[in-house]
Each structure stands twice: as C-alpha cells, then as structure tokens.
C-alpha cells in the first residue's frame, strides 16, 4: 500500500506552495487563465460519470430482466409440482388397483413390477429401486435426461477439434476441473514491455506485438532475447475510479483474434501494453519522482501566474490520468509455455430449466472500476447484443457438469470443449463480446486518450510563458516585450470587435484556424463513392479511420458485398432516416460515422455529428448513442444555419468544431 500512498502524500507539499505563495489574486487568475487548458480533463471527468449512468441503466434492466426471469421459474416449478401430484395420485391409484387383484401376494406383485427372481433377493431389490428399464414410471430416465440436458446444439455447432499441438484436449480438460477459476499457462496474458515496444503474451511460447503498424506472432524467446529489461506492465490511477483492467485471459485472447483476424493496429509499439490492459492507446508512462519534482519547480516562482495555472494543471493531470507502470525485470524461462489454448469463459447447466449458462469474465468485479463491476454471466449465445448480468441468472447451476469456452490462437472464434472432449463452435467472435460490453466507457477510453494528447503541451506552455515572464523584473524591456507578445496572443485568439456569432466572417474566421487532421484521403474516398453510387469496402474503411480508429476494427468485419450494398441503398433512400438506418446497419457504424460517410461523398448536403460542433450550438450533453431522428434534425438545422450566413456546409462545420475546441473539450467524437 505503500507504494499507492506515497505519491499522493508527496502532492501535498508542492501544492502547500503553490498555495501559499501567490496572493488570492495570483491563485484566481492562474485558475481562470486554466480554464482552457483543464478542459481535456473535465471532458474525462463527465465521460466518467457518463459511463457510471449508463452501468447504472443497464444493472436496473437487468434487476428487472431477473426478477421476471425468476417469476417464470417460479410458474414453471409451480406447474412441475401440480403435474407431478397428478402423476404420482395415478401410480398409486393404479397400485391400489393391481395389489388388490393380485391379492398382495408378493410373488405376484414382482412379477407385475417386472422383478426378476424372488422380491425378498437384495440385487433384484436394488434393480427395482433403480428401475433401469422404466417400468416404474415414477419419474424421467436420469441418464437419458442427463445426455438430453447437455446437448448443445441449442446454442453451438457440432465441429470438428482445431488443429492444435500438445498438450492435447484431454490434458487441457485435466487441468480445468474447476467450474468457476480459469486455467491458463502461467505468463498467459502478460503485457510486457521490451526494447522495442510492448507485447502480449499468448501463453503457448508466442507473443503478439506490433511491427509496421500490423499484429505480429513471434517466439517469447526472441521478444525477450532483444531486451536485457524486459517488464511487466501494470497501470495506477491516483483518482478514484481505477480503469478496467482485463484479466490476463481476456487480453491474450483480445491480441490473439486481433492476429488471427489482422485487424488494422490503432496503436503503436508503445502503447500496445495499455491498449491491450484497459483499451486506451496511450503510452502513459511516469516517473513519480520526475513529476513531484517538476510540480515543485512549476510552483517556485513567486507572482508568475501561468507558472501557477501550469502547476495547477499538472496537480490534475498527475491525479486523473492512468499511470503505466513498469515491474520487475522478467525472464522469458517459465513464461514460455505450450498451452495451445486460451480458457476465457465457462458454459454451465441450469438444473431446474435445462438451459446452458455462460460465463466469461473479462475484468476485476470491482464496483469503484470506471463503468462498474463485471457482468460476466449471459443466458444468450454470446455476442454483441447479448444480455449480460453481475451474478448468475438461473437459481440452480450443477456443480457437476461445465464446458470449457476457450479461444484458439489464430482463429478469433470461441469454441465450447465438454466434459466428454467434444468440441463446439459458438460462431461467436470474443473481441465483439468484449467491446460491447465496454461501450458504455468508450467516451472515457477516447476522452483518456485525448487528455494525453493535449494536456501535456499545454502544461508545457505554460511553464513556458512563466520561464519567459520570470527572466526579467517588473518594468524590464523582456518583461514588457513577454507582455506584449501575451497580449498579442490573446488577440489572436479573441478579437476585439467579435462577429456576431454563427454569421458569415464568424464562421470564415474559424474555419480557417480550423486544425483537426488531413481529410484529403477521406475526400477522395467520398468523391468515389459519389461517382459510383457506392462505397468500396476500402474507401468505407477509409472513412471509418478518419473519423473513429476505434470503431476500424469492428467496420473491418464487413464483407465488401454488405458495404455495397447497404451504402447503395442509402445513397438511393427517399428520407434522411432510412439513409442512416441503412448505414448503420453496418457493423462498427454509429450515426457519427453514418454522418461521416454521408458527408464526404456529398459535402455540399450533410455535416459531421460531433459532439464538438453539439457543444458550440449549446447542446453539452456527451452522447453514447444517437437516433435517426437527432441526425435528420441535426441536419437541417445546419443547413438553415449555412443558408443564413451564405457558407457551405463543410466550413460551417469547420467552424463549429474549432469553436468548441478554442472554448470547450477537446477530441473527435
């Protein structure tokens, strides 16, 4: 506990300083002169508790999916009751009937009960009691009902064993008796940081890394053979609310169905550690001494008020950011493992409904984690639209009876091995499991990862201006001249004799300083696709990358003929609602990335839905999710809004982004 403590208790003195050597003046105007720059970090603050709303909506619709499914149980149990009484008041009357006209002799009874030899023998007795032929009818055949009740065919597909090295099936289903504990290899889902960048390790003696922006499988050996340092990663988080941590078998299984699938990397060599921990690509590394010592020197300066706002800043920015930090030194002996399989979840068995269960956990079951504790029990064949609930959802698991659900490296889909070492494909895809039930802290995840885009420069220049404003005293020609220069600058940014806002010079004005990254790619794709009336696969993925990276991997599991001809069928709609559902319909397209897709093939018709462009026309409401109709009347206002100040759409929306970006919270929707 130390080592969590320590770094918080080493705030307090720079920030006693800070405190007291400036004047209330000096600590107020350092504060407003930060509003600006604190924005980031205030956007990852609301996508925080964004995320805490939405987990709080879903555990509501799954206490209520809980309670009905328990009430149905309890009709059904109510029903088996009444059938049984009804059964067995037939047996008996049926005995009565029969002792009666056989005269209970005992000779005669075990003849009709189909007993073999005299009753009073102990093996026919037993023979009897367990009535292997049926003759008793007092209930169902339990071995016919135990062979009936773990046929899986009702949510798996009968397949033939994967291709896989030793050890073989049954050695993997020798060491995972346990029902509710997963059995990986030792280093399986490590995250590991070498001398050129990250890795994960798989558990069967590979790793996966990134090599020239693609996921590569290489020797443990060799990854750890380059580096003489070779770490484990971890991350800390100084505020409250920890990130998500996967457990190691959802990240080795994430990186290998990233491999098999050769997804576009949305991270580099560096950041792969924390992608693949928490899904944030970020680097995030940190030295606790540089950082309290640096917030020490921000804060020596007396009466320099952007030294001030510049410690100020990174008091929050060391607070609220995630830390990645890096371990002991590693040894690839022990790590190297030949387990060929990746155990994520388990299929169990409800006794009273005869249904199959899943459970695959993919992190900690912490409720102070960012968007809450765990949900890793379903009823549903797993997927993305799959239900998933804290605690199981049926009221009696047999505790003898599991299936393994385990990955296989090189092929991203789940299989289900049971008991008897028979194997069954899912047809399910883990990554798609695993990024729905984290949508609700995607904002975060982005709001993160712009926060250590921008907050670091910012810090930076302000510690600048203060090192400037400080090299002279009150009066001298570098004090005036640093003056000037600040004076200057603020003018730039806020001219005295402001437009009137949304008309024509005010929308000019910022679409000019409008800086977000090239489109030139992505206004070639659209041209295209106006053109041929379509999008190619390559030009909708092209789209996808420039407006969301993170949705690239999910809009890369499209087919070329489903772009086609869903994108086709949108350009030929009659209204703005059935465009956007056919877009949509697409996986890994949202209405953001509809409106995207819309707007580079016809620019002079449709914006961008950003919440950039929301913010600057007063809506600050962060949005998971959008409906059709939000998008149609999002367009027309934006279309009356060019039309009124004589600009095209794609300036307006220039405008309407860097306007929220010199004023408001920063990062792409």
Same mark, same amino acid.
């Given at each position: 506990?130390?080592?969590?403590?320590?770094?918080?208790?080493?705030?307090?003195?720079?920030?006693?300083?800070?405190?007291?050597?400036?004047?209330? +003046?000096?600590?107020?105007?350092?504060?407003?002169?930060?509003?600006?720059?604190?924005?980031?970090?205030?956007?990852?603050?609301?996508?925080?508790?964004?995320?805490?709303?939405?987990?709080?909506?879903?555990?509501?619709?799954?206490?209520?999916?809980? @309670?009905?499914?328990?009430?149905?149980? @309890?009709?059904?149990?109510?029903?088996?009751?009444?059938?049984?009484?009804?059964?067995?008041?037939?047996?008996?009357?049926?005995?009565?009937?029969?002792l009666e006209e056989y005269h209970f002799e005992p000779d005669n009874l075990a003849r009709l009960l189909g007993v073999v030899g005299p009753t009073a023998e102990q093996a026919s007795f037993d023979a009897?009691?367990?009535?292997?032929?049926?003759?008793?009818?007092?209930?169902?055949?339990? @071995?016919?009902?135990?062979?009936?009740?773990?046929?899986?065919?009702?949510?798996?597909?009968?397949?033939?064993?994967?291709?896989?090295?030793?050890?073989?099936?049954?050695?993997?289903?020798?060491?995972?008796?346990?029902?509710?504990?997963?059995?990986?290899?030792?280093?399986?889902?490590?995250?590991?940081?070498?001398?050129?960048?990250?890795?994960?390790?798989?558990?069967?003696?590979?790793?996966?890394?990134?090599?020239?922006?693609?996921?590569?499988?290489?020797?443990? #050996?060799?990854?750890?053979?380059?580096?003489?340092?070779?770490?484990?990663?971890?991350?800390?988080?100084?505020?409250?609310?920890?990130?998500?941590?996967?457990?190691?078998?959802?990240?080795?299984?994430?990186?290998?169905?990233?491999?098999?699938?050769?997804?576009?990397?949305?991270?580099?060599?560096?950041?792969? +550690?924390?992608?693949?921990?928490?899904?944030?690509?970020? #680097?995030?590394? $940190?030295?606790?001494?540089?950082?309290? $010592?640096?917030?020490?020197?921000?804060?020596?300066?007396? +009466?320099?008020?952007?030294?001030?706002?510049?410690?100020?800043?990174?008091?929050?920015? $060391?607070?609220?950011?995630?830390?990645?930090?890096?371990?002991?030194?590693?040894?690839?002996?022990?790590?190297?493992?030949?387990?060929?399989?990746?155990?994520?979840?388990?299929?169990?068995?409800?006794?009273?409904?005869?249904?199959?269960?899943?459970?695959?956990?993919?992190?900690?079951?912490?409720?102070?984690?960012?968007?809450?504790?765990?949900?890793?029990?379903?009823?549903?064949?797993?997927?993305?639209?799959?239900?998933?609930?804290?605690?199981?959802?049926?009221?009696?698991?047999?505790?003898?009876?599991?299936?393994?659900?385990?990955?296989?490296?090189?092929?991203?889909?789940?299989?289900?091995?049971?008991?008897?070492?028979?194997?069954?494909?899912?047809?399910?895809?883990?990554?798609?499991?695993?990024?729905?039930?984290?949508?609700?802290?995607?904002?975060?995840?982005?709001?993160?990862?712009?926060?250590?885009?921008?907050?670091?420069?910012?810090?930076?220049?302000?510690?600048?201006?203060?090192?400037?404003?400080?090299?002279?005293?009150?009066?001298?020609?570098?004090?005036?001249?640093?003056?000037?220069?600040?004076?200057?600058?603020?003018?730039?940014?806020?001219?005295?004799?402001?437009?009137?806002?949304?008309?024509? #010079?005010?929308?000019?004005?910022?679409?000019?300083?409008?800086?977000?990254?090239?489109?030139?790619?992505?206004?070639?794709? +659209?041209?295209?696709?106006?053109?041929?009336?379509?999008?190619?696969?390559?030009?909708?993925?092209?789209?996808?990358?420039?407006?969301?990276?993170?949705?690239?991997?999910?809009?890369?599991?499209?087919?070329?003929?489903?772009v086609e001809q869903m994108t086709r069928a949108a350009f030929n709609a009659d209204d703005e609602v059935t465009r956007v559902l056919h877009l949509v319909s697409l996986e890994g397209v949202g209405v953001?990335?509809?409106?995207?897709?819309?707007?580079?093939?016809?620019?002079?018709?449709?914006?961008?839905?950003?919440?950039?462009?929301?913010?600057?026309?007063?809506?600050?409401?962060?949005?998971?999710?959008?409906?059709?109709?939000?998008?149609?009347?999002?367009?027309?206002?934006?279309?009356?809004?060019?039309?009124?100040?004589?600009?095209?759409?794609? #300036?307006?929306?220039?405008?309407?982004?860097?306007?929220?970006?010199?004023?408001?919270?920063?990062?792409?929707?």
């Amino acid at each position: 506990m130390a080592s969590l403590l320590d770094p918080v208790r080493l705030l307090h003195a720079p920030l006693r300083s800070i405190a007291t050597r400036g004047e209330r +003046g000096l600590l107020t105007g350092a504060m407003f002169e930060g509003i600006e720059t604190v924005a980031p970090i205030l956007q990852l603050v609301e996508a925080e508790v964004g995320a805490a709303e939405v987990r709080a909506e879903m555990a509501t619709r799954g206490a209520q999916d809980h @309670e009905a499914r328990a009430t149905r149980v @309890e009709t059904e149990l109510s029903a088996m009751q009444e059938r049984e009484e009804q059964r067995l008041a037939r047996i008996g009357g049926a005995l009565t009937a029969a002792l009666e006209e056989y005269h209970f002799e005992p000779d005669n009874l075990a003849r009709l009960l189909g007993v073999v030899g005299p009753t009073a023998e102990q093996a026919s007795f037993d023979a009897l009691m367990r009535d292997p032929s049926g003759v008793l009818t007092l209930g169902p055949n339990q @071995e016919a009902t135990v062979t009936e009740r773990r046929d899986l065919s009702s949510v798996a597909r009968l397949a033939e064993k994967p291709p896989l090295g030793q050890p073989d099936t049954a050695a993997f289903l020798a060491a995972s008796l346990r029902a509710n504990r997963l059995a990986n290899a030792p280093g399986c889902g490590l995250c590991v940081r070498v001398a050129s960048g990250d890795i994960v390790l798989l558990g069967n003696g590979t790793c996966i890394a990134v090599h020239e922006a693609r996921y590569t499988q290489e020797s443990t #050996d060799d990854a750890f053979g380059q580096s003489a340092g070779a770490r484990e990663l971890s991350v800390l988080r100084l505020a409250s609310g920890g990130p998500p941590v996967l457990a190691p078998s959802a990240r080795a299984a994430l990186a290998a169905c990233l491999h098999a699938r050769r997804a576009s990397v949305v991270c580099d060599a560096r950041s792969l +550690g924390p992608y693949m921990l928490f899904g944030a690509a970020i #680097d995030g590394s $940190t030295s606790p001494t540089h950082e309290i $010592t640096r917030l020490a020197e921000l804060g020596r300066t007396r +009466g320099n008020r952007a030294a001030v706002a510049a410690a100020l800043l990174a008091v929050a920015y $060391t607070v609220f950011r995630v830390h990645i930090r890096e371990g002991e030194s590693l040894k690839a002996s022990g790590l190297s493992d030949n387990q060929e399989l990746i155990d994520v979840g388990r299929l169990r068995w409800c006794r009273l409904s005869g249904v199959p269960v899943f459970w695959i956990p993919l992190w900690a079951s912490d409720p102070d984690r960012v968007g809450g504790a765990d949900q890793p029990w379903t009823l549903d064949i797993p997927a993305a639209g799959a239900s998933w609930h804290p605690q199981s959802p049926v009221m009696s698991l047999d505790p003898g009876w599991h299936a393994r659900i385990v990955v296989v490296p090189g092929d991203p889909n789940l299989w289900a091995v049971d008991p008897e070492g028979t194997w069954w494909s899912l047809d399910s895809d883990f990554e798609a499991v695993l990024e729905s039930r984290r949508a609700h802290i995607q904002i975060w995840l982005e709001a993160l990862e712009a926060m250590e885009r921008e907050v670091p420069a910012r810090i930076d220049r302000l510690a600048a201006a203060g090192n400037a404003t400080s090299e002279g005293q009150p009066g001298s020609p570098s004090r005036e001249k640093s003056r000037s220069d600040q004076n200057s600058a603020m003018q730039a940014v806020a001219p005295s004799s402001e437009p009137a806002r949304f008309s024509r #010079d005010w929308v000019l004005e910022r679409a000019k300083r409008y800086a977000y990254q090239d489109d030139s790619a992505a206004r070639a794709a +659209g041209a295209r696709a106006a053109r041929g009336g379509q999008y190619s696969r390559e030009d909708f993925l092209t789209i996808v990358r420039w407006k969301s990276a993170r949705a690239l991997s999910r809009a890369e599991r499209n087919a070329p003929a489903a772009v086609e001809q869903m994108t086709r069928a949108a350009f030929n709609a009659d209204d703005e609602v059935t465009r956007v559902l056919h877009l949509v319909s697409l996986e890994g397209v949202g209405v953001p990335v509809a409106s995207a897709l819309l707007h580079f093939a016809f620019p002079e018709t449709y914006p961008i839905l950003d919440f950039r462009a929301l913010h600057s026309l007063g809506d600050m409401r962060r949005r998971t999710q959008y409906s059709p109709a939000f998008w149609s009347n999002y367009v027309k206002r934006c279309q009356d809004l060019a039309d009124r100040a004589g600009v095209t759409i794609r #300036d307006l929306d220039k405008a309407l982004w860097q306007d929220s970006r010199e004023s408001g919270p920063g990062g792409r929707a």
